[in-house]
Each structure stands twice: as structure tokens, then as C-alpha cells.
């Protein structure tokens, strides 16, 4: 059958929606079944899509493009400079061990000098797309052994540009490799030449970004559409890649360079935003075109080679990797993290094999030879990140040193949190401070491992397991506090501890309003949204030093939440339809003002006074008699100028 884009594309999505879901259900992770989805679909497998691996990297070079855009836009000058110390640290301790490991194993395999460094920039790299991914689907993200992690990533994806440059210096030739038609302007020139030709290249894009980029951005801004910025934003990142592709340049990297560029603007969430729902899907049609790409006729040619090079650059990346993170002063179960996240061969070796089989550095069958072990190493990682999460981890980890014993645990404490970030922590100690004693779970081993030294009852555990909510005393237990940093895993928890334990009563925190609208559509009654009361006491000490009584604005404050907590009701069904959202949001707003004006409207001076001493009542009644909050008619202003009164 003649394979066309429409029909690869309802093949893609059918076999993501198949396989993803049943692979997160056993605790794969959603990469792992894309990989897996891709190769059943692939030419390898049952021959639906690729036609022998053709065809299918116009889908996963468009996939490569946009997540390299969307990393480069992520990469924010601020950011990087805050973590430098840590990026410089990790990133050229990673690449540059690793490299030096990779060029010594391979000129002992009889490689040239120039093919062993070309090998060993490449192998240095890891996969952005499945550490980043798998840290956020597990919560990590946030940990040493997550920090640690996007710094080496994005030491790494900064190096791809150098190490760009530095391959044409390495070529024998500017000839093409066998079969492959041209369509750079740089072929058949010198080494040196390429080089001055791509440097040109990158600062021409930087250049043009600042001086070009942003003010067609700033006209299109104008016009109001926002389809037409978001069909701007995607021309910028094609023809970036497009001028790259000319000048003999990874369309790839063009475009993590507009990325980049663009992060500094003032446009940056905007587009974050408008690209944010392909993200995802972009992501995971990589993965399928990796699995795709796997040339499985070369490895059952030579299985024991393929096997051997992939045990060999996973198990020295591991060793390097370890290093590296023992001088980060790494935990050990982190450092065990790390390593494993960190130990597959990553996308950007794609873009660099292929440019150095173009360069004539390596020959063909090793080109397909080392693409085979980058996509086998990455298909491997999801399996090693399980493999250790579920029995690595519980023999040897935190898990080990501070899992519950049965006398340890209280099993029949009536309150679980699960998660003691700042928010969790708060409510533990809370009702710690009134004798209610709850049982804590957390995923983030050093964060278990200081608590636990400062004498908090904190057991290590993800508590969207099963196995590990039944430990932690959940069928006895009365109240969940589920308080995960992260919404979707929060969520997911919700979902388990509802059906397998309905007797609980769930109390959720909220990272914001929309994840409150995302709670009740899940049914929750009791949602907290973090950030509410403590703006509100900022709120009532501003007003407090601007010279309102302390007991006015504490119960300003306190109508302010009951005001706010009714809204968010009366929102929640419009939350799905934005226009009507905004209209009913303006104007519960509106309503929101003129009862708390209303409010202000009573005379509460008898009871104020008894929660403000001496001094501050004098002040007070100076400033309202005399003061600016005197109005010109002599009347007072409306907060002490009511007659009725309130018990």
C-alpha cells in the first residue's frame, strides 16, 4: 500500500492511543509506549508505516524541530545564568569525561582518531525529551537529582552548536556520503571554510532575531489574532531551518537556535502558550518515529555487536555519570537517578551522525550501526528507570534505609498526606501542634532524609502506588491530604484512592484556579488553592500599616476568602468556554468590590480597638480625625465613619 502523510498520521495517533495507555497502566511510562507503539507499527514489525525506514523521518524530523524550538525557547538567559556554577560544574565534567571515555574505547576498536572524537561527541549526549519527561511524569523534577539533570541536559544542547562547528574540521573530505544528493552551498569547500560559513550562519540567525524577529513579532502582536501569531512563530522556526539546511547546517539546531533567540523576548510565554497543547503530541510522534528507525535487519545481522556497543556506551556513561554526580555531592539513591535518567544515547546524536555521515567522517554501516544503538539505549532507559524504581530502589535506596516497619508506622492514623513540600508540611505541623498524628509520604529521598533527621515521621514512597497507600494504613485511615506538587500526579492519586479506597475523605490541594476547576470536575469537595491565604494576610498587614484597624482588615480578608470561594463555584462551569469565563469572571469581580465596599460600611470601633494596643488605636484615631482619611466635608472617610454596629 502507498503510504500517504494522512494515512501515517491516523496509523501515528491510533497506535499512541493504543499502546501509551496500556503501557502507563503497568507503570511503563508514557515514552515507553510511544517507543513500543512505534516499532509494532514500523517497517520492522508489521509494516504500516516507513517502507524500510523511508518516509518516516519527515514525521520525526518535524517532531525533532519542534521540541528542539520548544527547548531553546525554554532556555532563558536568567535562568542559566543563576545556575551556571551548577551547568559549567556537571556539563563539561559530563561531556568531556564521556567523550574522552568514548574516543579511548573506540581507537582500541581500530578507529581513526577523527571518527573516535566524532563517535564520542556524539555518544555524549543524552535525551532531553525522556529525562525532562519522565521527571515531570514522576514528580522529580524538583529534586537534587532533577536539578542535576537539566543541567547536564542543557550544558549539552548549548555544546551541540561548538560541536557542529567543530566537525567539518575533522572531515577527510567535503564529498557527500555515498547516495546522498546535496543541497548545501558549502559542499566541496575546505574544513575551515564550513566552519567560517556555520559561525556566520549562527550569528546571522542571532543577530537577525534581535533586529528582525521581534519586531515582526511586535507588527503581528497588533493585528490582535491569535492564529495568525501562532502561524507567525511557526514561519520564523521553518525558515530558520530552512536557511540552516541551505548552509549545510542541522535544520534541528536552526531551529533551537530561534528558540533561543526568542526566549529573551518579550513574546516568549505568548508563544509558549500558543504551542503548549502540540507540545505533547509532537514529543510523543518522536518517540513513535524512534522506535520506527530502529533498523532491526542490521541488528539481527550482528545482535551480539549491537548488544555489546549499547551495554558498553550505557555502562560508561553510567560510570562517568556517577562520577559526576558524587562531586555534585549526589545522595545515593539520587546519584543512582541521575545515572540511569542520564545513561541513554540522546535525539541530538541523531542530528550529529547524520552530519558526520555526511562530513565522509564514518562510513554508512557504521552511521547505521551507532543510529541502532542511540534509538536501542533510548528505548532502554524508560525499562531501567522501572527496573530501578522497583527493585533497585527498595533493596539498596532511601527506601531501604527508612521504610516503614510494621511497629514504626501508625496504622491507624486517621489523617495520609502525601507530599511534604511546603504546602504538606505546613498542615503536618499543624496538626502535629494539636495532637492529630499523620502518616507522611513523599518522593523526594533527600527531602525524607533531612525531615526524618529533624524529627519528622516522613516515610519515602510514591503514593499513586498502591501497594504503598495500603502500607501507609489507607483503609483504616479517614482523611487524604493529597498535596503533590505536581497537578497530574496529584490528580492521579485522587483517582486510585477514590475507587480503591472510597471510605477516605479527600482533601486536595490546588496549585492554582484552573487545577481547582480540574478538582471539581473530578468531584472533590475540598479543594485549597495555595497561594489564597497567605496573599489575603499580606493583604491584611498592607492594609494594617496603611492605617486600617487590625480587627477591619482581618475580617476584610475574611469575607475577601468566603467572597472568593462562592466565585470559584459559580466559575467552575464556565471554566471550559474562555469568553464566557472572562464575562462571568468581570463581572463576579465587580459584585466581589461592592460587597467588601459594603462592608466597610459598618462601624465596628467598639470591637476594633480590642485587637490593636495603645498606641496604635491613638494613631488610628488621630490619623481618621485629622489625618488624610478625613474627607474634606469633615466626614470621615468609610472606614470609621458607620453608625451601626456588629457582634
Not at 499512541?16 to 495507555?21: E, G, H, R, T
Not at 525531615?451 to 510514591?462: E, H, I, P, S, T
Not at 471550559?576 to 463581572?587: A, G, Q, S, V, W
Request: glycine residues 8%; proline residues 3%.
Amino acid at each position: 500500500m502507498t503510504s500517504t502523510l494522512l494515512y501515517d498520521a491516523l496509523l501515528y495517533l491510533a497506535a499512541a492511543i493504543v499502546f501509551v495507555p496500556i503501557a502507563k497502566r503497568i507503570g511503563m511510562g508514557s515514552v515507553l509506549g510511544y517507543l513500543i507503539a512505534g516499532i509494532i507499527i514500523g517497517p520492522f514489525c508489521l509494516c504500516l508505516v516507513g517502507g524500510e525506514g523511508k518516509d518516516v523521518m519527515h514525521f520525526a524530523e518535524f517532531g525533532v524541530v519542534m521540541m528542539l524550538f520548544l527547548i531553546g525557547l525554554e532556555l532563558e538567559p536568567s535562568h542559566f545564568w543563576r545556575m551556571r556554577q551548577l551547568i559549567l560544574g556537571t556539563g563539561i565534567l559530563q561531556v568531556g569525561l564521556t567523550t574522552l571515555l568514548f574516543v579511548a574505547l573506540f581507537l582500541l576498536l581500530g578507529f581513526s582518531w577523527t571518527a573516535a572524537l566524532a563517535i564520542g561527541l556524539a555518544l555524549s549526549m543524552s535525551s532531553t525529551a525522556i529525562v525532562l519527561q519522565t521527571l515531570r511524569e514522576k514528580g522529580l523534577a524538583a529534586t537534587q537529582s532533577g536539578r542535576c539533570s537539566f543541567a547536564v541536559l542543557l550544558f549539552q544542547d548549548i555544546s551541540v552548536i561548538p560541536i557542529l562547528a567543530l566537525l567539518p574540521l575533522l572531515a577527510v573530505s567535503g564529498v557527500p556520503a555515498q547516495g546522498e544528493e546535496s543541497a548545501s552551498f558549502l559542499q566541496g569547500l575546505p574544513g575551515w571554510a564550513q566552519t567560517i560559513a556555520l559561525l556566520l550562519a549562527i550569528n546571522l540567525v542571532v543577530v537577525s532575531g534581535r533586529f528582525l524577529i521581534v519586531p515582526f513579532l511586535r507588527f503581528i502582536a497588533r493585528l490582535h489574532l491569535q492564529e495568525l501569531f501562532t502561524a507567525s512563530a511557526l514561519f520564523i522556526v521553518i525558515a530558520t531551518a530552512t536557511l540552516m539546511s541551505l548552509v549545510g547546517l542541522s535544520p534541528a539546531l536552526g531551529t533551537f537556535l530561534a528558540g533561543v533567540v526568542l526566549a529573551n523576548s518579550e513574546y516568549r510565554h505568548e508563544l509558549e502558550s500558543d504551542i503548549a497543547p502540540f507540545k505533547g503530541i509532537l514529543l510523543g510522534l518522536f518517540f513513535i518515529s524512534v522506535g520506527t528507525s530502529i533498523n532491526f535487519s542490521l541488528i539481527l545481522n550482528e545482535p551480539l555487536k549491537i548488544l555489546a556497543l549499547v551495554f558498553m556506551v550505557i555502562a560508561g556513561k553510567a560510570v562517568v555519570l556517577a562520577l559526576t554526580g558524587k562531586l555534585a555531592r549526589l545522595s545515593f539513591d539520587q546519584n543512582l537517578l541521575f545515572c540511569i535518567g542520564l545513561a541513554q544515547v540522546g535525539e541530538f546524536a541523531f542530528v550529529l551522525f547524520s552530519f558526520i555521515s555526511q562530513l565522509s567522517i564514518l562510513s554508512l554501516e557504521w552511521t547505521d550501526t551507532m543510529m541502532a544503538v542511540t534509538a536501542l539505549s533510548m528505548t532502554a532507559t524508560p525499562v531501567l528507570l522501572l527496573f530501578n524504581e522497583r527493585l533497585v530502589q527498595p533493596r539498596f535506596g532511601t527506601l531501604e534505609k527508612i521504610e516503614p516497619e510494621p511497629e514504626d508506622i501508625d496504622l491507624h492514623a486517621p489523617v495520609i498526606i502525601a507530599g511534604f513540600g511546603h504546602f504538606g508540611s505546613t498542615v503536618g505541623r499543624f496538626l502535629k501542634a494539636n495532637g492529630i498524628h499523620a502518616t507522611i509520604l513523599d518522593n523526594d529521598s533527600d527531602r525524607v532524609d533531612l525531615l526524618r533527621r529533624m524529627g519528622c515521621k516522613v516515610f519515602y514512597g510514591d503514593a499513586t502506588r498502591v501497594d504503598i497507600l495500603k502500607s501507609a494504613g489507607a483503609d483504616q485511615a479517614r482523611i487524604l491530604v493529597a498535596a503533590i506538587g505536581s497537578p497530574e500526579i496529584n490528580a492521579d492519586l485522587i483517582e486510585k484512592a477514590r475507587k480503591l479506597f472510597p471510605h477516605l475523605t479527600i482533601m486536595a490541594r490546588a496549585e492554582n484556579n484552573q487545577d481547582a476547576y480540574h478538582l471539581m470536575d473530578m468531584r472533590v469537595s475540598h479543594i485549597y488553592r495555595e497561594t489564597l491565604d497567605t496573599a489575603v494576610r499580606l493583604g491584611v498587614d498592607a492594609l494594617v500599616e496603611l492605617g486600617f484597624r487590625r480587627y477591619s482588615a482581618t475580617r476584610s480578608g475574611q469575607n475577601f476568602i468566603r467572597y472568593d470561594e462562592e466565585t470559584l463555584l459559580r466559575l467552575a462551569p464556565h471554566s471550559h468556554d474562555k469568553d464566557t469565563y472572562i464575562d462571568n469572571f468581570r463581572e463576579e469581580i465587580r459584585n466581589q468590590e461592592e460587597m467588601l465596599s459594603s462592608d466597610l460600611k459598618f462601624d465596628h470601633k467598639q470591637y476594633d480597638h480590642a485587637w490593636d494596643s495603645e498606641p496604635n488605636r491613638e494613631e488610628f484615631d488621630r490619623r481618621t480625625e485629622s489625618g488624610p482619611a478625613a474627607k474634606s466635608d469633615g466626614s470621615k472617610d468609610s472606614v470609621s465613619s458607620d453608625s451601626s454596629e456588629e457582634r
